[in-house]
C-alpha cells in the first residue's frame, strides 16, 4: 500500500510539473506573438510616415538661360539705361517699368528651362501675367510668369535645365504673343537676370 501511494505521489508530481512547463511555454508563446505582432505594428505605422525632404540646390551650379535655341529677347530689364529694345511695358495707356526680361521666338510656345535647380515654392495663375511658379535655389528665386502650361506644383524639387512648361500668353503683354517673362529676386531684391547668368549661386569673389 505504502508503494502504491508513493508511486502515485511520483505520478502526480510529475504530472504537476509536466503542467507547470506546459503552462509557462504557451504564456512565453502567447506572449511572444502578442509583442511581436506590436513591433510589427509600429514599425507599419513608422514607414508610412513620410517626412518631406528638402532638396538643397548645388551650389557651383552656374546659371544657365531659360531656353534652347535661337530665342530672342523683346522686352529687356529696366535699369534706365538706353537698350536695343524697350524696357517700358505699356498696360491700358499706363507705362510700367519692366521688372523682368520676357523672351519670345516668333510666337512658338518654345519649352522655358529651370535657370537653377532648387524647390517650387509657388504656383499660380495670375489674372495678368497668367501661369507663374517661382522657384527658390538659396538666396535667389526666379520666378518664370506668362507660361502655357506647368509641369510642377509647390512643395515639389527641380533640377537644373528640367523643362518648367511652355512660353504661352498673359493680358499684361498680350502683344508679345507667346513669351515668358522671368524675374529674379536675390535676398528679397529685384535684379536684373543677365547678372546672374553663368555664374555660380555662392559666388566667393
Known amino acids: 500500500m505504502y508503494s502504491y501511494t508513493k508511486q502515485m505521489n511520483i505520478v502526480k508530481k510529475r504530472f504537476l510539473i509536466f503542467l507547470c512547463c506546459a503552462v509557462i511555454i504557451g504564456a512565453t508563446f502567447l506572449c511572444y506573438q502578442y509583442y511581436g505582432k506590436k513591433k510589427e505594428r509600429e514599425s507599419a505605422v513608422f514607414h508610412e510616415t513620410k517626412v518631406p525632404v528638402l532638396t538643397l540646390p548645388n551650389m557651383q551650379q552656374k546659371a544657365i538661360l531659360p531656353f534652347d535655341g535661337e530665342v530672342r529677347t523683346v522686352l529687356e530689364y529696366f535699369d534706365g539705361k538706353d537698350h536695343d529694345v524697350s524696357s517700358i511695358s505699356k498696360f491700358e495707356g499706363v507705362y510700367r517699368a519692366n521688372q523682368g526680361i520676357d523672351y519670345a521666338k516668333n510666337d512658338e510656345a518654345f519649352d522655358v528651362l529651370s535657370i537653377y535647380g532648387g524647390n517650387v515654392v509657388d504656383v499660380r495663375n495670375d489674372e495678368l501675367f497668367g501661369n507663374t511658379i517661382t522657384i527658390k535655389s538659396d538666396d535667389i528665386e526666379i520666378t518664370y510668369q506668362s507660361l502655357s502650361d506647368i509641369k510642377y506644383k509647390k512643395g515639389d524639387s527641380i533640377n537644373q535645365k528640367d523643362v518648367i512648361g511652355k512660353a504661352g500668353k498673359n ?10 517673362h522671368v524675374v529674379v529676386e536675390k535676398k528679397g531684391e529685384i535684379v536684373d537676370p543677365k547678372t546672374i547668368y553663368g555664374k555660380p549661386l555662392r559666388n566667393e569673389k
Do not use: C, D, P, T
Open 171 to 180: 493680358i499684361y503683354n498680350k502683344e508679345l504673343g507667346n513669351h515668358v
